[in-house]
């Protein structure tokens, strides 16, 4: 979480989607976080108050802590498989809690819990927090430093997903102010900053895809010299989708 509180100029950045991107290639072996998002089978979401398909006991589920779950159908009405945000957004401008509701989200943070988890050194491992974002919200914790994020969709094919990076804001003093995201959604407004669509096409062979410049865009601060940033939300639709995989690779920051 930064320390300072200040006015984010918004900037309209260009759409960046799976389907359009160069591939990554063969990804060298170093220092990286494989994170697995997994549409669970037995989980569907109908309403806005989502499913919670674990009744908030899937820290239990003997997998890796590198898995967070998702609803294998979220509660939007739009086609997940169609090109760019759905439901009226556009990147760039402000989305209604309404909107969100009809998904989950994965709130990424740099704040260390209280009280730690045994095991883990933070804030300078990435670590799942949360696995279970079926009850609305999973939490990442992503130390603040500089990434390239790879990703690719796995499963049976015809299965679409889409990853909505979303900054929050307050009314500080009467002027809009960027904060961090809370949980509840109860922040005065969210904007997009930036769309993955993840589709797992029948016939086409899975490939990494580089998708840094939509899921850790300028706008979230992460990496940008300061102390922390504010914690934001990746926001998931899926359709279908098994298996998303996330690559994050740690990389050297610009001097």
Known sequence: MRKNVFVFALAVIMLYVVSGVATAGSLKIGNHYNLNVIGFAQCTQS???G???FNGNAGDIQTSGHTIFVPLKTAQEWDVCGTGPGGGAVEGEAVTVAW???GV???VSDNCPT????????PNDIQVLDRDATDGTAKLLLPDGCYNIYARALG???GCMDIDTIICYDLVNDVLTQVDCRTDLSNDQFVMVGHVDVDRIKGVKPSWHNVTSDLLPVETGVGSGDTGYFDFFWQIFNQNLRLLQLRI?????PQ
């Open 105 to 107: 989200r994965i709130l």
């Open 115 to 122: 009280p730690i988890p045994a095991g883990t050194d933070c």
């Open 51 to 53: 499913p919670d398909c």
């Open 100 to 102: 969100l509701q009809k």
């Open 249 to 253: 690779d740690q990389v050297d920051c």
């Open 156 to 158: 049976k094919p015809g």
């Open 47 to 49: 309403t806005a108050d």
